[in-house]
């Protein structure tokens, strides 16, 4: 990504013509007023409806409905809930290929999400995408990306777009802790300092990149401290309470939006392993042990248990709605039908691309021709 003029924005906010460049290294988050009652259940009814989703497509996957791979959001639920609620619907939001918990936080139906990973026509990307290629623009969710990294220059590049354009949208790039180790990151943080571009990175760190742990992997496993090396501002948040990263991406968005990036680290372990079929070895029993004894849905239930925000009865109740809207969602997916081989590129390309190839996987670019020696077929017919 070479260092190159920012484009000039004719619209440019306002805002931005008085910013300056922030020096402040990293930011604790302290402890917030408690949002409203109403405001948590939500979070918890969002909460449970990813852990019942994930653990449904996680069924589905070993009945083999699922092709591919399907990476869970199972122990990050917290997270999820808490940075989808910061976002306003305008937003931007760019994941890795572990999206199903934020398409859901995101608003977009569990039947479309469910179907996506069926491979139906009745999925949020037609049944082409999978689990990790969903994108619903609608809502602004532009996708989850396979490769590792490869959504944070197009996050930026978005964050590129809306400034020039002045508006006052922000973007959300998601990312695990072992992609802060690529080129794209550093170039991508340089850039949207450089040019003051209205986006939050997450690092959503649990712990391991697949199967090493980050202080293996990273001489600072501190992520969000890289950020000093961009003077961008940077905070680490407890991933495992919606609250505080809710209040954490508050603010982050707020300074995106007044032309000031941010850096984001959410510390949030998953509780299974890194993809469905990885049976997670590299953890002892007690680490195993340790992280279901620290379950972010169950904790939270029991906070708000004590604080009598909730009571038994409407937890059994919320457990109960969201089991029947994932089997609903599971139903819908099992109906939906497969898409047509014939409409396998009908969404490669935005637009018309001279010399695209339509060939289907297997076809051969020119046909063969015969073999020395080898009749017509249409003589040996005859």
């Known amino acids: 990504m070479p260092q190159t003029q ?21 930011r604790t988050t302290a402890e917030s007023e408690s949002p409203p009652d109403e405001q948590l259940l939500d979070f918890y009814r969002r909460m449970v409806l990813i852990r019942r989703f994930e653990e449904r497509a996680a069924r589905a ?39 199903h918990g934020y398409a859901l936080a995101r608003g977009i139906a569990p039947e479309r999400i469910m179907a996506e990973l069926y491979g ?88 391991l990149g697949m199967g090493t742990t980050v202080e293996q992997a990273s001489a600072e496993p501190e992520l969000h401290k890289r950020a000093a090396a961009y003077r961008m501002d940077a905070a680490r948040v407890d991933g495992t309470d919606p609250v505080a990263v809710h209040t954490a991406a508050q603010r982050a968005l707020a300074s995106a939006r007044a032309g000031r990036p941010f850096l984001l680290e959410t510390v949030s372990e998953r509780l299974k392993g890194h993809s469905v079929v990885d049976p997670a070895r590299y953890r002892t029993r007690e680490e195993a042990e340790a ?67 339509r060939r289907l996987p297997g076809e051969a670019l020119f046909p063969a021709p015969p073999r020395p020696g080898t009749p017509d077929r249409t003589e040996v017919l005859a």
């Open 120 to 207: 139906r026509t009745d999925g949020v990307s037609r049944g082409w995408g999978g689990s990790m290629h969903m994108f619903d623009y609608a809502s602004r969710f532009m996708g989850g990306y396979g490769i590792v990294g490869g959504q944070i220059p197009l996050a930026t590049g978005a964050a590129l777009a809306i400034d020039y354009r002045g508006e006052n949208d922000a973007v959300i790039c998601l990312m695990g802790d072992g992609t802060t180790n690529i080129g794209a990151f550093h170039e991508s943080l340089n850039l949207a300092a450089i040019w003051h571009l209205p986006i939050v990175y997450v690092v959503v760190n649990n712990g």
């Open 61 to 99: 996957y070993t009945e083999a409905k699922v092709g591919g791979y399907c990476h869970l959001n199972l122990g990050e639920e917290a997270t999820v809930v808490g940075l989808m609620s910061a976002s306003a619907p305008g937003d931007y939001v760019y994941t890795n290929y572990r999206e």
């Open 291 to 357: 992280l279901r004894a620290a379950d972010p849905v169950a904790a939270f239930a029991a906070r708000l248990l004590t604080e009598g925000v909730l009571g038994e009865e409407l937890v059994a109740e919320i457990d109960a709605e969201a089991v029947a809207r994932v089997a609903e969602a599971a139903a819908f997916a099992d109906a939906s039908p497969h898409p047509e081989a014939s409409t396998l590129f009908d969404y490669t390309y935005a637009t018309p691309v001279p010399n695209d190839s």
């Open 6 to 26: 920012k484009p000039r924005s004719a619209p440019a906010r306002a805002a931005r013509a008085t910013r300056g460049t922030s020096t402040k290294r990293t």
